[in-house]
């Protein structure tokens, strides 16, 4: 933009010496400009002065974020997927199964004192986490966290009227069998149906999880953590959603769907899908 205007005004230099050339007049002297009048150099903006941050990066750069939880930015790239929920100021969002609430934190200053961050999990998810909650968001930062452990099928005799919820990495795990048991965590469709009565008419849906070769379901949940995209887009569509968007910001090209996402070589580095579904508007 800046060459354009420097180069707008080359010409314009030229074009006017060239209208000058056959002048054999002597250039008019310089005005005097008494001391008083010379201009002073504007001063250097006050970091009040200042544009504010954008709202998300200042979210993700504050200083009461975990050190553990800030590490994981540079892998789960926060601000696309924060962008994709469509939330501000009074929003009422949802971080499901969100474990110590890595979403939640990033959400809550972007909702405001006037909105509400529900971090839920379930009691699968719960049972890895409980011991670390005691006093999670009791700062002023999380004071509109809202802590829940309720089964998915049952969000919603709980939750209701919400704008979004973001599903991160953990829609596979209603489909784990745990030790001893026959039947999955969650029955997936309940739970669908579920999250659907919770969000408003209109209200988001996002839902990132690591890719799978197509396949059983309960056996890629079971042994690699994944699922396929496909997969999920039918159950969600079935429960009434209709899909908005589809990113590939977390796609890395640097995995191997046949082996865990815990591995070594790949670990933080799977190819993650990222779904943006919408509740119909009425």
Excluded: W
């Excluded at 008083?36 to 974020?65: F, I």
């Excluded at 509400?116 to 006093?135: A, C, K, P, Q, S």
């Excluded at 640097?254 to 815990?262: A, N, P, R, T």
Aim: glycine share 8%; aromatic share 6%.
């Amino acid at each position: 933009m800046r060459k354009a205007h420097l180069l707008a005004i080359a010409s314009t230099a030229a074009i006017l010496a060239a209208c000058g050339g056959g002048n054999d007049e002597s250039p008019a002297p310089e005005p005097q400009v008494e001391e008083s009048e010379k201009l002073s150099p504007a001063p250097t903006p006050m970091a009040s002065d200042m544009e504010p941050a954008d709202p998300v990066e200042a979210a993700l750069a504050s200083p009461s974020r975990p050190a553990d939880q800030v590490e994981l930015d540079e892998a789960r790239k926060p601000g696309a997927i924060v962008a994709l929920m469509d939330v501000g100021e009074g929003s009422r969002v949802v971080d499901l199964n969100g474990g110590t609430g890595y979403y939640a934190e990033i959400l809550s200053p972007l909702v405001g004192p006037e909105g509400e961050v529900i971090l839920h999990n379930d009691n699968f998810y719960g049972g890895f986490v409980r011991d670390r909650m005691d006093g999670r968001f009791d700062d002023e930062v999380g004071q509109n966290v809202d802590v829940i452990e309720v089964p998915l099928e049952e969000l919603a005799g709980v939750v209701q009227g919400v704008d979004s919820m973001v599903y991160a990495l953990a829609y596979h795990d209603m489909f784990v069998v745990r030790e001893g048991e026959t039947e999955p965590v969650a029955d997936h469709e309940a739970a669908l149906a579920s999250i659907f009565e919770a969000l408003k008419p209109g209200g988001t849906f996002v839902v990132i999880d690591h890719v799978a070769m197509p396949g059983d379901v309960t056996e890629a949940a079971n042994t690699v953590h994944r699922i396929a995209p496909a997969t999920v887009k039918a159950q969600v569509e079935a429960a009434g959603f209709s899909l908005m968007e589809v990113s590939d910001v977390l796609m890395t090209g640097e995995d191997d769907y046949s082996i865990s996402v815990f591995d070594p070589s790949v670990r933080r580095k799977t190819d993650r899908f990222v779904f943006k579904f919408q509740k119909p508007a009425e």
